[in-house]
């Protein structure tokens, strides 16, 4: 036990350790408990789909393993680093290894798609050279447009970010992310606001590049058949805890649209309980 009186993590330093490791992970937003003392282990490699009604606390979850949330309690160890002890150039360093994809791209509308991918560069360095295109060094460029290339989008780099369909923008955002050389991916609804077909090929996408290059990816969806298709694990937040964890490949989307209807409705402060469903196990 810590000096917190919280669990011991396991040692991340190993390879073989988890790659994201949570344990008693309090967050209140003012009255409104979110998350209840959740624990949740992601092992090296993984891929893992997370699901749940809205304002289960999914986003939060995430930001809080970068720290963009902070958590009120609770041992968040990522890539072996103790996240809720880290400030100014650790954390920054941080969270150059760790690669985001939100539902919104963010890209510079009146810049290229390849400027776009250019900065990913500034998690690794800063500075005027990673501003442009123009102004990168060649070996960045050329980074810059083999990420293009794997998202399929080279024929479009020199093409200004607001003339991209949202498809093609999300694809440009994940180039953008793969350009910092990322070990772990979060993705919080990249397949939102697209299309069912540009939906299912985002994710297709980001499934298939973290997977060639070994890389933990979580990702939340609200598409039960990406979910199941994209993950090796689903986990169900419900009740500011774990509701749900099991293997995709024993998943159907029937089922999960059941955990939905079965998983209680986020009571308040004062009547919350630890989670207990153990829904569809
Ligand atoms: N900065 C904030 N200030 C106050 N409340 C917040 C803040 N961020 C999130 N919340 C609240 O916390 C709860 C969980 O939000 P969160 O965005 O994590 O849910 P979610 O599971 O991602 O939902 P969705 O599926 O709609 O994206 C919601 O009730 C939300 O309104
Ligand atoms: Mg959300």
Redesign the pocket.
Known sequence: MSGLGLPALPDNGSPRGPVVSLAGLRKS??Q?R?LDGLDLAIPAGESLALI?A???????LLRMIVRLTEADEGRIEVLGEPVRQLGGASLKRFRARVGVVFQKHNLVARISALSNVVHGVQARRSGPRSWAQCLAPKAVREEAMACLEAVGLADKAMQRADSLSGGQSQRVAIARMLMQRPELVLAD?PDASLDPRAGREIMELLFRLTRDKGLTLVF?S?HMAHAIGFSDRIVG?AQGGIAMDRRALHCREAELAAFFEEAPVMASAETMAKPVLEALA
């Open positions: 937003f003012g409104r979110i749940g809205n304002g289960t606390g999914k986003s939060t609804e939340v609200h937040l």
